[in-house]
């Protein structure tokens, strides 16, 4: 079965940086978009940002442009994100998950892993 297994998170102080991977099993990684979407407490659950399966497209939320940057490497099947100048409002559950394209929904998502920033 497919998983995809988040890393990275942890608690870090406002302004530092953090670095999330997800490596992806029993998936045509390839062919898949990935993405990193989150859920804060108390409010429903965003796109952070979105690569297309070669690389080519990504996506960001307004929230993440020009702090945090999406990569993948298709040989090792995984994605990552990388988080700068992180705010106390970007504490959330950050999920990884694959579609078969940037602008649909999700077919699958991992378990999630807990990114705390402290002010």
């Known amino acids: 079965q497919v998983q995809l297994v988040e890393s990275g998170g942890g608690l870090v102080t406002a302004g530092g940086s953090l670095r999330l991977s997800c490596a992806a099993s029993?998936?045509?990684?390839?062919?898949?978009?990935m993405g990193w979407f989150r859920q804060a407490p108390g409010k429903e659950r965003e796109l952070v940002a979105v690569?297309?399966?070669?690389?080519?497209?990504?996506r960001y939320a307004d929230s993440a442009k020009g702090r945090f940057t999406i990569s993948r490497d298709n040989a090792k099947s995984s994605v990552a994100l990388q988080m700068n100048s992180l705010n106390d409002e970007d504490t959330a559950i950050y999920y990884c998950a694959a579609s078969v394209s940037t602008g649909v929904s999700p077919r699958y998502w991992g378990q999630g892993t807990q990114v705390t920033v402290s002010s």
């Open positions: 029993a998936l045509t990684f390839s062919t898949y978009a």
């Open positions: 690569i297309s399966n070669g690389s080519k497209t990504t």
